[in-house]
């Protein structure tokens, strides 16, 4: 990370977000400068953001409660053309290529009766087995990882799980527009390093693989330790004729005994894990079945062929007892120079976790009492250009830090602590939005009469039968 001080990079920094906020601007197309007040307001408002209406009290936003409320219903936001710009920024490289991370996190609305698109959430209580499923709007993120330890991520998409989508077609299809936006924009190009992308183990590894075969991406998925696995098949036993065998003996993730002798072994040394064990079983694939995703799939079922890692850490934060980890990566025989980059990119997914955090708890993801699904999509892209302008913002901020708060490098700056000096580099900033016009209020409702048109309820869950294998569940949430 380029110095603070440092005048040159300064001026760079000022005219890329400045770049970013008047091209963020442009993809408004209505109610621009009244959403464009409310972004500023996220970033520029006194502590965490509780309330939409209280943002209308920020001396950045210059139009009313009632403006901010008409903006998020009648506004509209090109979020094709919007997250186009989102891949042409200056992204980093983990390892020398681009890694993203996919991850569903649920917009709870346990209440709201009268909401569109709610499906049953998958959320996890704070003990053991006290999971839940709570009706809320669950989206699916995908974010670029950074090296080293990071509280920020650059997101470049977000899409909303429905009641008549399928999570995994979803995904796939998110990550294919997604890597069509990065080729577009010179993120990627032929020669280069596959795509990495990193899930964590509620997505089916397999089937996202056979449906992304054509691209240039290399998955990698959290695998659960109650799997099964099969080698390579090979040649039919005895002098018989017959059909030719497809699957070779089984690999029972749970049964030691039915491990084989390991492909390749490698000691890792690793700073926060003491030394990490990893074992490769290279080609191996699950058997599939015509239940679920492959239903209606025609013809012989694929076999998709990738890597197995076993990886054995001498110890956890916090003194706890360390289980095996399993990992899959759809590259069939993975070599031993591709291990280290895999265990660490898996660490580092745990990120977007943080950015989640960020999301929810600072900018006030969730916190809109919105009814609309449509106007909630909308909330969620404002917020994502929020947090952009903050993570563009790094090489600009200073260290405003609480009297009880560590000093921090200029490398090291949280989202929170650049949030709370973006009201010391607005003045420097771009700022498109024209003022507000001078107006009359309306008339408002009759005086003593009501409302006598009931709002419409909605049922939650899928309204059709799904191929992921969870019927009315969105993947891990985070």
């Known amino acids: 990370m380029t110095s603070v001080s440092d005048p040159v990079a300064r001026v760079e920094a000022l005219g890329e977000l400045s770049r970013f906020r008047t091209g963020f601007y442009g993809c408004l197309t209505s109610r621009c400068d009244a959403l464009f007040e409310l972004v500023e307001a996220m970033l520029c408002a006194e502590g965490p953001v509780a309330s939409v209406p209280e943002l209308s009290l920020a001396g950045v936003h210059r139009r009313g409660h009632g403006g901010l409320y008409d903006a998020l219903a009648s506004g509209k936001l090109n979020i094709a053309r919007f997250a186009a710009m989102l891949a042409g920024l200056d992204l980093p490289h983990l390892g020398g290529r681009i890694t993203l991370a996919v991850d569903v996190s649920p917009w709870l609305r346990p209440d709201a009766a009268c909401c569109d698109g709610r499906l049953f959430c998958h959320v996890h209580g704070r003990s053991r087995g006290n999971a839940q499923m709570?009706?809320?709007?669950?989206?699916?993120?995908?974010?670029?990882?950074?090296?080293?330890?990071?509280?920020?991520?650059?997101?470049?998409?977000?899409?909303?799980?429905?009641?008549?989508?399928?999570?995994?077609d979803l995904t796939a299809a998110q990550i294919r527009d997604v890597v069509a936006r990065l080729r577009a924009a010179g993120q990627h190009r032929d020669g280069d390093l596959p795509i990495r992308i990193v899930f964590d183990s509620g997505y089916d590894g397999t089937r996202l693989a056979f449906l992304l075969a054509d691209l240039p991406v290399e998955l990698l998925v959290r695998v659960r330790s109650d799997r099964v696995f099969h080698a390579p098949a090979?040649?039919?036993?005895?002098?018989?004729?017959?059909?030719?065998?497809?699957?070779?003996?089984?690999?029972?993730?749970?049964?030691?005994?039915?491990?084989?002798?390991?492909?390749?072994?490698?000691?890792?040394?690793?700073?926060?894990?003491?030394?990490?064990?990893?074992?490769?079983?290279?080609?191996?694939?699950?058997?599939?079945?015509?239940?679920?995703?492959?239903?209606?799939?025609?013809?012989?079922?694929?076999?998709?062929?990738?890597?197995?890692?076993?990886?054995?850490?001498?110890?956890?934060?916090?003194?706890?007892?360390?289980?095996?980890?399993?990992?899959?990566?759809?590259?069939?025989?993975?070599?031993?120079?591709?291990?280290?980059?895999?265990?660490?990119?898996?660490?580092?997914?745990?990120?977007?976790?943080?950015?989640?955090?960020?999301?929810?708890?600072?900018?006030?993801?969730?916190?809109?009492?919105?009814?609309?699904?449509?106007?909630?999509?909308?909330?969620?892209?404002?917020?994502?250009?929020?947090?952009?302008?903050?993570?563009?913002?790094?090489?600009?901020?200073?260290?405003?830090?609480?009297?009880?708060?560590?000093?921090?490098?200029?490398?090291?700056?949280?989202?929170?602590?650049?949030?709370?000096?973006?009201?010391?580099?607005?003045?420097?900033?771009?700022?498109?939005?024209?003022p507000p016009k001078a107006t009359r209020p309306g008339p408002g409702r009759p005086k003593g009469s009501k409302n006598k048109t009931p709002a419409t309820r909605h049922d939650v869950g899928k309204h059709s039968k799904t191929g992921s294998g969870a019927a009315t569940a969105a993947p891990l949430q985070g």
């Open 134 to 168: 709570i009706p809320g709007w669950p989206y699916s993120f995908v974010a670029v990882l950074e090296p080293g330890a990071s509280s920020f991520t650059a997101l470049l998409d977000a899409a909303r799980i429905g009641p008549d989508d399928d999570a995994t």
């Open 234 to 434: 090979g040649k039919r036993a005895g002098d018989w004729p017959g059909r030719a065998p497809r699957h070779g003996p089984k690999m029972k993730l749970s049964d030691p005994g039915s491990w084989p002798t390991a492909d390749a072994t490698m000691q890792l040394p690793t700073a926060r894990y003491g030394t990490a064990c990893i074992d490769t079983y290279q080609r191996r694939h699950q058997r599939l079945s015509g239940v679920g995703a492959w239903e209606e799939h025609v013809g012989p079922y694929p076999i998709v062929e990738g890597t197995l890692l076993r990886i054995q850490v001498d110890h956890l934060p916090g003194d706890r007892c360390p289980k095996p980890l399993w990992l899959w990566t759809s590259t069939p025989e993975a070599q031993a120079e591709d291990l280290p980059g895999l265990f660490f990119a898996f660490c580092r997914r745990f990120d977007i976790e943080h950015t989640f955090r960020f999301l929810k708890q600072t900018l006030g993801w969730t916190r809109p009492r919105i009814r609309s699904a449509a106007t909630g999509e909308l909330w969620t892209w404002l917020v994502i250009a929020a947090y952009t302008q903050l993570r563009l913002a790094r090489r600009l901020a200073g260290d405003l830090r609480r009297p009880w708060e560590r000093h921090l490098s200029a490398d090291r700056l949280t989202p929170a602590r650049i949030r709370r000096t973006f009201r010391r580099l607005r003045p420097k900033l771009a700022r498109p939005a024209r």
